[in-house]
């Protein structure tokens, strides 16, 4: 994924809630007259606005990446990452046959080239997204709502307030929604039983790349899993209809950034001109 021409310089739904950070700035006249008239007693003198920090620390990060010809990220054999690949697989065996795995395909959004998702699977008019937590803590907060009888956007409001990375995965389900033009999520998390665990470690062992070698070699009580009989299923999901105006909304935030990624032809000509001043006043002063 790291060096997927598809993904290096482009927004991916994996961080596009970062595109959805909000800033300040100073009022304008007219606006600070218009809060002063509105709120006679107010001090305030900003006024919140797009882009925030995190938007626009995103931009200059693919910005980079297009200049370098790569991603910025080297950080592919992160523990979490390695066992939720290896994992994932299982995760689609235990899926119906509705279901395709599609995690290693990249796709454009057909009206945005600037904007790329790997949605983990296929099903009609849905978007599956995987999630195989490192760590159980992890897990209880990401299923615990289905358990307390929740369900839909209900469910996955839960998950967004209690889990750190909540509005992360909504985004991100969002935003591959947005490029495959589906209306439905789904959130599908996996935690192993016990007995899955000899299976999972044989993968480990099994693959050549040596990636996975800490799982293999790892003791059973180092690695996440479920006792049998317990309170909680392995397989969880979380299935939602997205609101149409969360799409929307994203939509507009990602093509404004695409507008601060990709210079017009103007600005192009105008830093150009910029470098060409620069060298002819240089010569004169020599």
Not at 79 to 93: H, I, K, M, N, Q
Not at 126 to 153: A, H, I, N, R, W
Not at 166 to 178: E, L, P, R
């Amino acid at each position: 994924m790291i060096n997927n021409q598809h993904r290096g310089g482009n927004f991916t739904s994996s961080k596009i809630v970062a595109l959805l950070s909000m800033g300040s700035r100073e009022m304008t006249e007219e606006e600070l007259a218009a809060h002063k008239k509105a709120f006679p007693k107010s001090r305030k003198k900003t006024i919140e606005s797009w882009p925030g920090k995190a938007a626009l620390t995103y931009i200059d990060e693919k910005k980079m990446e297009r200049r370098l010809g790569r991603s910025l990220s080297t950080e592919i054999n992160a523990r979490a990452t390695s066992w939720g690949t290896l994992v994932e697989g299982r995760v689609f065996d235990l899926l119906g046959l509705e279901y395709t795995l599609t995690s290693k395909q990249t796709l454009l959004h057909p009206n945005y080239p600037f904007w790329a998702g790997s949605p983990d699977a296929e099903k009609k008019n849905t978007v599956p997204d995987f999630k195989c937590p490192l760590t159980l803590k992890s897990f209880c907060q990401l299923v615990d709502p289905l358990y307390l009888g929740l369900e839909g956007m209900d469910a996955m409001n839960m998950v967004r307030e209690n889990h750190e990375d909540g509005d992360t995965y909504y985004w991100q389900i969002v935003s591959n929604a947005c490029i495959k033009g589906y209306d439905y999520g789904e959130l599908i998390v996996y935690m192993p039983y016990l007995a899955e665990l000899l299976e999972i470690k044989e993968m480990a062992r099994r693959d050549q790349s040596g990636k996975y070698k800490w799982i293999d070699y790892a003791e059973f009580d180092e690695l996440p899993y479920l006792l049998p009989n317990g309170y909680y299923n392995n397989l969880n999901v979380i299935r939602f209809r997205i609101p149409p105006e969360d799409k929307d909304h994203l939509t507009l935030r990602v093509e404004a950034a695409g507008k601060l990624l990709i210079p017009s032809e103007d600005e192009v000509l105008s830093v150009v001109q910029a470098h060409h001043d620069a060298e002819v006043n240089a010569t004169i002063v020599e």
